[in-house]
C-alpha cells in the first residue's frame, strides 16, 4: 500500500525555522512526484511546491519562493520541506502528496493533482 507519513511539524516563534519530513512507503520512491500543502482553519488546501520525479526539479509556489525548499533524499524514501523565516500566516496542518495517476504533480502544485495524502502535522508560528 502506498503510504505517506509527515512528521516534524511543531510551534515556532515568527522568523523561525523548522523541518518537515515526508516519509513514503509501498512505491518506487524516484518515480513519482511529491508535493507540500498546507490548510488554515476554515481555508482550503494550498499548494506550496513540488519537486519533480524525473531529475527531482523544485517548484514553488510565490507565496514560500525563497523561504521554503523542497528535497528529496532516495536513500532514506523522504522527503523534505526546509521552511525558514517563518510568519504567523504560515500557521497551518501541513500536507504531503504524491501523483501516481494524473501526471499532472510537479511543476503543477494543486491539490487535486494528489492521489494519495499522508496525514498531515501541526505547523503552529507565534508572533
Known amino acids: 500500500d502506498v503510504q505517506l507519513q509527515a512528521s516534524g511539524g511543531g510551534l515556532v516563534q515568527a522568523g523561525g525555522s523548522l523541518r518537515l519530513s515526508c516519509a513514503a512507503s509501498?512505491?518506487?520512491?524516484?518515480?513519482?512526484?511529491i508535493g507540500w500543502f498546507r490548510q488554515a482553519p476554515g481555508k482550503e488546501r494550498e499548494g506550496l511546491g513540488c519537486?519533480?520525479?524525473?531529475?527531482?526539479?523544485?517548484y514553488y509556489v510565490d507565496s514560500v519562493k525563497g523561504r521554503f525548499t523542497i528535497s528529496r533524499d532516495s536513500a532514506k524514501n523522504t522527503v523534505y520541506l526546509q521552511m525558514n523565516s517563518l510568519q504567523p500566516e504560515d500557521t497551518a496542518v501541513y500536507y504531503c502528496?504524491?501523483?501516481?495517476?494524473?501526471?499532472?504533480?510537479?511543476?503543477?502544485?494543486?491539490?487535486?493533482?494528489?492521489?494519495?495524502w499522508g496525514q498531515g502535522t501541526q505547523v503552529t508560528v507565534s508572533s
Open positions: 519537486i519533480s520525479r524525473d531529475d527531482d526539479t523544485t
Open positions: 502528496g504524491t501523483d501516481h495517476f494524473q501526471w499532472k504533480l510537479c511543476p503543477g502544485t494543486s491539490a487535486e493533482f494528489v492521489d494519495y
Open positions: 509501498g512505491f518506487t520512491f524516484d518515480d513519482y512526484a
